[in-house]
């Protein structure tokens, strides 16, 4: 490798690092373009396009790696999470499997090997015993224990998961991150008092740090705190001003204070739209188009289960859609920027919406099976959020199953907040809502299956 190319790796991998994907992505693409055959320009730049979701990308630089036996555990780790990200669930679990043969220890593998084994069975049994399938020795201090315990949440064994962490503490009484998980799970199991009493000593030594506050917040809520949280959140939101999930908590805070702030954040009739989606250019009709767009997302929906840390139960989750090279997904963006150009002449005025300028930051989709639902949650790196409901169920008889709710909030309080807005889901119809709004959906009771695309929206200058 030149020097020139060792600088443009060392720029790109900092960019990385910092979170700067897709400046990082450019510099690995001109590395790239000078020197096609360097294997470490080539594995970086398949990283980079798996972080960002160009999963067909990521797969064909890995593929070409393996060809040349460039063999070693991060290649098979990037080939895992593209193959996976393609919903080629065995392919993934294969590659997971030769990464592992050179790293028996990466606690990173260990929970995306956990990860895939839940999503591809939905067996709780089988996807703790990954866990010890691994060289348990190398691991330091808890952090095994706390994999284990971070699995056990995901799939939703939370009494285990605060068993387990209850144990851990009698033995690590001093370290932070334990602290934090086991407040979060006092939390889950409704231990209220004993998950304040550890987030206010975390939230004391990390007040800029959002994810904290947050929790803190939780707790607080859960508590009837609301004139404590109020504080919190002020001084956070100076801090994150653009933060949905900050700006959702006191929007909850307001309505139980009844302060009249509230309403004008949840003004459902001005913020809340369904309308039809418009036909993308290449499709006669919407119907047509839907059809398409269909039997794209049932050919990736190869899951039984949901991935760790997302909102869905019982359901499989695609991401990244909009960068799939498949026809009818990369025209969705295109036919939801119409829907939010109307949104935004309605919401703010023909005036005020022509001088923004609105972009789509990421889309996945879900289908629920029977049971399924999402828990209430609000969309935090959002400014506005959609839904484009694609197999509705006829709901009749059956209490609204399936159809979206807005206004319940997503944590715990002892005050009275229910929901104020349940849409019925209209095959090809989009909701757009602002992504500070709390929602979810009712659970399918009937056997049936409901597929939606979400899609979160930013201002370009947010970029
Ligand atoms: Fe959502």
Redesign the pocket.
Known sequence: MGNNLNKDLSLALQNRRRGNTEYALKILLSAFEKDPADVYVKYNLAATFGDLGYFQRALELCEELVSVKFHNFHVFLVLGRARLGLGQTEGAMKAYQRAKKYNNSEPILCREIAQLTWMMTGDKKETLKVISEFELSNFKGPSLKVLEAEILGHIQEFRKQYDLLASLMLSFPDDRQLQYLYSRSALKNREFEEALSYSSLIYENNKSNSDVTIHHLNCLMACGEEKRAKNVVESALRLHPRNQHLIAIQAIIWRILDDSRYRQLYNYDLFVHQQPLTTPSGWTNLESYLTDLEDSLNDLHRFQSHPFSQ?VRQGSQVSHINKFADKALRAYEQALKKNIIEYLNRAVGKDKASSLSPSVSSAWSVKLFENGH?TN???QEGWL?S?CHLTPTNSQGHNNQGCLKLGEPGFWTPRNVPAEKIIKPLRGHVVIFPSYMW??TIPLIAPAERLTI?ADIILKDDI
């Open positions: 909102s999402h949650h609000v969309h959020s839904v929602h979810g979400a």
